[in-house]
């Protein structure tokens, strides 16, 4: 098998005949919505769906032969997609926001064509639907991977207030452009409800807790074992293990996650599964990927007590949305993946998280420690 390590390009991945778990039937359902938005952790494959997508609405129908989506889309219709990308900048210069923005506003324009009167980025993003809808008599799609990183690099500091406005008036075309739009996707790692970079719309439908679309990112149990049985045969071989033994130290180490109260759903670490097959080596690449620099300087100012934080049970409003004001650990590190659901309390609608898996524990125990060395 290729694994698709570093991989995030949908095209890239069928054309090159990578190994790929098929979420095209998620994709379809999603696709049938009209303004959505996406939290998972990083590296769980936000950016393959956001690809994923690119292609659907492209009409790429080729790239999909033989996939769930294939028996379900009939007319496989072509839109023009504008996809914008914050993954690609580096947010703590002044300015850079607005540079990433312009840049990738000036690759479509020079598709679809551009009005020199309008001058702002906002204007000139709400002219660009406009004109696309216009010139290819199709409404738009507009799809932007990790919408928030603009604002989690400068947490806490001067610029996060002007990256938010900026944000918050580019966000507030879809609200002036809707009757141009078919479809809006946004993906990020945390959920800024309460700082609101949506108040210029109206709120696109959060999916992150959806029992629908849980499995839309990550691995199910189900699809690691039809999928990698292969190698999960080779791995045990390897480390001497039985393919029963490996398959209990592949769910210990890398499974455990729950997106909603559907605790049946567990979710694979997708980045941590595939980089195991792919060395034929079980380690913890998801943790040594790196902490996020937002959620280590979260750590490192705060004396936080895990065993309190996940003692006790919450209300879906205590951990997932993020209050910039008051710097919840508790949402951070739920959103940031180091927490995830464990527990649901269906009578009361209350949820207990936990380490998802023996990675993350391991990592998060070390990072505490390597703070409380640097404190002394």
Known sequence: ?????????????????????????????????????????????KSLLISTLEAYFS???????????????NDWTEYPVIRIDFARGNYKNAGELNQIIEEQLYDYEKLYGRDDNYKTLSGRFLNLIKTAEEKTRRKVVVL?????KPM?????KELEQINRDILKGFYGTFKDGDDYLRFVFLTGVTKFSQVSVFSGFNQPDDISMDNRFDAICGITEEELYSCFA??????????EYTEEEMKKELKKQYDGYHFSSNLCTDIYNPFSIINAFN?????????????????????????????????QAYESRYFVDYRADAEDPLAMLYQSGYLTIKEYDRRRRLYKLDFPNSEVRKGFLSLI???TVKQK
Not at 59 to 70: A, N, S
Not at 152 to 156: M, Q, Y
Not at 231 to 239: C, D, G, R, S
Not at 290 to 295: C, D, I, K, N, V
């Open 1 to 45: 098998m290729k694994y698709p390590v570093g991989v995030q390009s949908f095209e890239k991945l069928i054309t090159e005949q990578y190994v790929y778990v098929d979420k095209t039937d998620l994709v379809y359902r999603l696709a049938q919505q009209n303004v959505c938005f996406l939290s998972r952790p990083r590296r769980f494959g």
């Open 59 to 73: 009409g790429k129908k080729d790239l999909f032969k033989g996939l769930k989506i294939d028996k379900l889309e």
């Open 144 to 148: 932007i991977d990790e919408y928030d």
């Open 152 to 156: 989690l690099d400068v947490l806490g």
């Open 230 to 239: 292969e190698p999960i045969k080779e791995l045990a071989e390897v480390n």
């Open 279 to 311: 060395k034929m080596f079980i380690d913890d690449y998801w943790y040594k990927s790196g902490t996020p620099t937002y959620l280590a300087e979260l750590i490192e100012s705060r004396n936080i007590n895990m065993q309190k934080l996940t003692g």
């Open 369 to 371: 420690a390597s703070n």
